[in-house]
């Protein structure tokens, strides 16, 4: 870590560092790059799986330490310091805790609970707006089971607060909900920090997100970021001194990054 610089960027990948709907990030690519260079340590913390990460680590041309499928496992700690551990496992694997949902969640809200991996391939592509190969790589999952919930709000409020009480969580994003173990992002994200301090103890972090399950991780950070989305800022963010991207992404991610940044200094 370099020593002048013990910042770390921890970091939603849709939505906000990639582009809603394309997943593009071509127009901040060397930005992210140039970041890198500096020292500045940026950790994809998404809902995304392994090997969707890792394609996004190709595509970047770096290999970025990352946390997987809402705060499931840790990978790559390792290229920060060799001496961290490669691969940190939080969560218990898809099949046991979706056992769990199956077993101690009610009928009549687990009825209402279509699971995407029984869908057609047609439906599939259509919910995550992916080709072939990108939407093997997102349903290629370990740890968590996307589902789609077709009840209404109070139904939604009822099961979110049962699954809480069975060591579960659900994790709300752009498209999907996904069942997971009792994991999140700011649990990793500590667990993350705990380790680096163990030879680093100045350390600023940035959090930047831009839905929901992002809020957590994002209040536990020095430096809390939002990237713009018309559907989550109709509703008020109750977090202190939050930069709010006037972008949507990938431009916004840019421009909080370089806002924080600049507050950092």
């Known amino acids: 870590m370099n020593k002048k610089s013990p910042i770390i960027i921890f970091t939603d990948l849709d939505g906000t560092l990639l582009h809603r709907d394309t997943f593009e990030f071509d127009g901040i690519k060397e930005y992210v790059k140039d970041l890198t260079s500096k020292g500045i340590i940026i950790i994809p913390n998404t ?114 607060k049962i699954v809480k009480t069975i060591g579960l969580s659900l994790h709300e994003g752009g498209r999907v909900i996904n069942i997971c173990d009792n994991v999140s992002k700011v649990k990793a994200m500590n667990k993350v920090l705990k380790i680096i301090k163990k030879t680093e103890n100045k350390i600023k972090t940035i959090g930047v997100g831009d839905n929901y399950n992002d809020l957590e991780m994002l209040k536990n950070s020095d430096f809390a970021c939002l990237v713009f989305n018309d559907k989550f800022l109709m509703e008020p963010i109750n977090i202190n001194n939050c930069i709010v991207s006037k972008q949507s992404a990938p431009l916004g991610w840019e421009e909080v990054v370089k806002l924080a940044l600049e507050k950092i200094k």
């Open 47 to 160: 809902s995304k799986t392994q090997v969707e990460i890792e394609d996004f680590n190709k595509k970047l041309d770096l290999n970025l330490p990352f946390i997987s499928e809402n705060g499931s496992a840790i990978f790559g700690l390792d290229n920060i310091n060799k001496n961290f551990p490669n691969n940190i496992v939080l969560s218990r694997e898809k099949e046991i805790t979706f056992k769990v949902f199956q077993k101690k969640i009610p009928e009549n809200l687990r009825s209402k609970c279509k699971i995407i991996t029984k869908m057609e391939k047609k439906i599939q592509k259509e919910i995550f707006g992916l080709s072939d190969k990108s939407l093997k790589n997102v349903l290629n999952r370990s740890y968590s089971t996307p589902i789609l919930f077709k009840g209404n709000g109070e139904q939604k409020k009822d099961l979110f």
